[in-house]
């Protein structure tokens, strides 16, 4: 059996060497010039040989898939960390909050969760007006969303709060970048990059890919691009009415990507601990450098929701990142290197992560991910049912989950 995989982020090259591992021949298309997707790891430009994860950034606890992919392709993973089990760092009005300033926000929010139960279908942003919430809570509401779901708080779905509004334990990353994972998963498989998919054709006799350059045949194709691409994929014949409804149904984040580099790692370090939350553009802060050498520091941030940046130049963002960094430091910093990645605006995600509210999981992704007539299959971190963060773990099990599918129909 020949398959064609269209995308090759982590679900399509999971897939890919799942259905290769069984004996057929399987081919990649990838649109971009380089595998991953949404996992994206910079590596030039930045001083000491550091680098940033732009795209998926954290490994949470109990995430087994990607950490058994890590072990079979014999990828380290780092230390664990945390960003403050109990009350995070909070940084409002230009300055860094005493513990018991932070902790009252926080207690504020877990009492409210507590009292006033989110209802079905409910948005985060209605059920702050019936919470009746503090300014001050609402807004390390709305930077906490902006780390995950990453939606506006007039979509994000409150049943997904928090009860505890504890920010987890043993976070990890990949030695020495994520990127690593999806680059030794490509390596095993034919990966075409460069081959942006516009037509899939689909038929009980086989399938057909067209790209701008070439038109392949195989006996399946599995889709695994973001869902807002697989709205703007052609297909012939056309996808069913219950599909299209349903992927026109499911939210999605928008998120900007933030990264600096800066020369007084110690103070930036004391400023901001491992990560923060802020109620500047961004709302949410990481130290990317924690298990790097060298002796400058790389920071990460998240404007996500409403809080994305429009109409601004990308060094009138790094400005405004700047600013942030500076009034907690107490002193002017300077910024050696800053970048702005837009995944709403980047032609190949049009979005960051997949946000379903209410009963969605139920009800629209199983028709998302639903195959059809035996010939054309769907995955993607969209067409998982997690619950709450954790695209690159949703994307393996998608990956995993469809490989099954089609080795049923083989």
Same mark, same amino acid.
């Given at each position: 059996m020949k398959v064609l995989v269209v995308g090759a982020g982590l679900s399509g090259l999971v897939a890919a060497n799942e259905l290769q591992s069984a004996g057929h021949e399987v081919v990649v298309l990838e649109a971009r010039d380089r595998v991953g997707g949404r996992v994206f790891t910079l590596r030039h430009g930045l001083a000491d040989g550091q680098f940033a994860d732009v795209g998926a950034e954290i490994i949470y606890h109990g995430q087994n898939e990607i950490a058994g992919l890590c072990e079979k392709y014999e990828l380290e993973l780092t230390e664990e960390f945390s960003l403050g089990t109990d009350v995070p760092d909070l940084i409002f009005g230009g300055r860094r909050l005493e513990r018991e300033a932070a902790a009252e926000l926080v207690m504020e929010l877990r009492v409210a969760i507590r009292k006033t139960r989110p209802g079905r279908y409910e948005s985060v942003a209605q059920w702050l007006r019936r919470a009746r919430v503090s300014g001050a809570a609402e807004l390390l509401l709305a930077a906490i969303a902006q780390s995950t779901p /990453? &939606? !506006?708080? =007039?979509? /994000? %779905?409150a049943e997904e709060l928090n009860v505890e509004l504890s920010w987890g334990e043993g976070f990890r990353k990949i030695k020495g970048g994520n990127d690593l994972l999806p680059r030794a998963m490509a390596d095993r498989v034919d990966v075409h990059l460069n081959q942006p998919v516009r037509?899939? *054709?689909w038929s009980p006799t086989g399938v057909t890919v067209e790209s701008d350059q070439k038109t392949l045949r195989a006996d399946r194709v599995v889709v695994t691009v973001p869902g807002p691409l697989v709205s703007e994929m052609g297909f $012939? !014949? +056309?996808? !069913?009415?219950?599909? +299209? =409804? $349903?992927?026109?149904q499911l939210r999605y984040g928008n998120a900007t990507r933030l990264v600096a580099q800066? &020369?007084?790692r110690d103070l930036i370090k004391k400023a901001i601990g491992a990560g923060c939350f802020t109620d500047r553009m961004p709302g949410f802060f990481m130290e990317q450098s924690i298990h790097q050498g060298g002796d400058k520091i790389v920071v990460s941030g998240l404007a996500a929701g409403d809080s994305e940046p429009s109409g601004l130049t990308d060094e009138d963002i790094l400005d405004q990142v700047d600013a942030t960094i500076s009034s907690v430091v107490g002193r002017p910093i300077k910024r050696l290197f800053g970048l702005v990645k837009s995944w709403t605006r980047d032609p190949w995600s049009r979005a960051v992560v997949r946000a379903p509210i209410g009963d969605q999981r139920d009800s629209v992704l199983p028709l998302i991910a639903a195959p059809l007539g035996g010939r054309l299959f769907? /995955? @993607?971190?969209?067409? %998982?049912?997690?619950? *709450? !963060? @954790?695209?690159m773990e949703g994307a393996i099990k998608s990956g995993y989950r469809v490989a099954r599918e +089609?080795? /049923?129909e083989a």
């Open positions: /990453a &939606s !506006p708080l =007039r979509l /994000a %779905d037509i899939v *054709g $012939a !014949p +056309v996808l !069913p009415i219950e599909k +299209v =409804r $349903a992927l026109l800066y &020369s007084e769907f /995955a @993607g971190e969209h067409t %998982d049912n997690r619950i *709450g !963060p @954790g695209g +089609v080795l /049923a």
